[in-house]
T-cell receptor
Framework: DGGITQSPKYLFRKEGQNVTLSCEQN?????MYWYRQDPGQGLRLIYY???????QKGDIAEGYSVSREKKESFPLTVTSAQKNPTAFYLC??????????FGPGTRLTVL | SQQGEEDPQALSIQEGENATMNCSYK?????LQWYRQNSGRGLVHLIL?????REKHSGRLRVTLDTSKKSSSLLITASRAADTASYFC?????????FGKGTRLHILP
């Protein structure tokens, strides 16, 4: 089945620790995106990548880092510099600016 | 500030009634999209309307676009319990898509 997967579904982190969220797609999409969603809010763009080995900051990139070494994979690292990391994180992929396909999300909680 | 903003923020209607939600945006776009999100899940694409289109249908969904007013509406006809979700519009004023804060739709039995 084609699709986009995120793991883990739930993640707990102690303050001061870095944590990496996985995002994989087998849709052969060039573009991939990371969003953050807080309760009752819309999506805010963290980072996006339109091609392998290239990525751009979104609206709230501070405290996050990404890599795009393979077309299929776009992992997001939440660093200890992110002041309020508890949130729901969504990964998506697309062909340019058309329909985005979303993963099921990872809910990160900082203890 | 948000490029796209949905209105109302929340909407409760009886099952079987029609639900209408609106999206306003600020700058020129190529496409406008609507997505649905069930609680705790990822978003699901519903429909894309291009800037040169005025109306589009997909099943029980009807989307309109008025580029002169920079607004769009999503109509869900004959609502069902399964339509309970948040609905987001997304616009493309630049090289990335921007989502609004969404309308939370609750279908009452």
């Amino acid at each position: 089945d084609g699709g986009i997967t995120q793991s883990p579904k739930y993640l707990f982190r102690k303050e001061g620790q870095n944590v990496t969220l996985s995002c994989e797609q087998n849709l052969n999409h060039d573009a991939m995106y990371w969003y953050r969603q807080d309760p009752g809010q819309g999506l805010r763009l963290i980072y996006y990548s339109q091609i392998v080995n290239d990525f751009q900051k979104g609206d709230i990139a501070e405290g996050y880092s990404v890599s795009r070494e393979k077309k299929e994979s776009f992992p997001l690292t939440v660093t200890s510099a992110q002041k309020n990391p508890t949130a729901f994180y969504l990964c998506a992929s697309s062909v340019t600016n058309n329909e985005q396909f979303f993963g099921p999300g990872t809910r990160l909680t900082v203890l | 500030s948000q490029q796209g903003e949905e209105d109302p923020q929340a909407l409760s209607i009886q099952e079987g009634e029609n639900a209408t939600m609106n999206c306003s945006y600020k700058t020129s776009i190529n496409n406008l999209q609507w997505y649905r999100q069930n609680s705790g899940r990822g978003l699901v694409h519903l429909i894309l309307i291009r800037s040169n289109e005025r109306e589009k249908h997909s099943g029980r969904l009807r989307v309109t676009l008025d580029t002169s007013k920079k607004s769009s509406s999503l109509l869900i006809t004959a609502s069902r319990a399964a339509d309970t979700a948040s609905y987001f519009c997304a616009t493309d004023p630049s090289d990335k898509i921007i989502f609004g804060k969404g309308t939370r739709l609750h279908i009452l039995p």
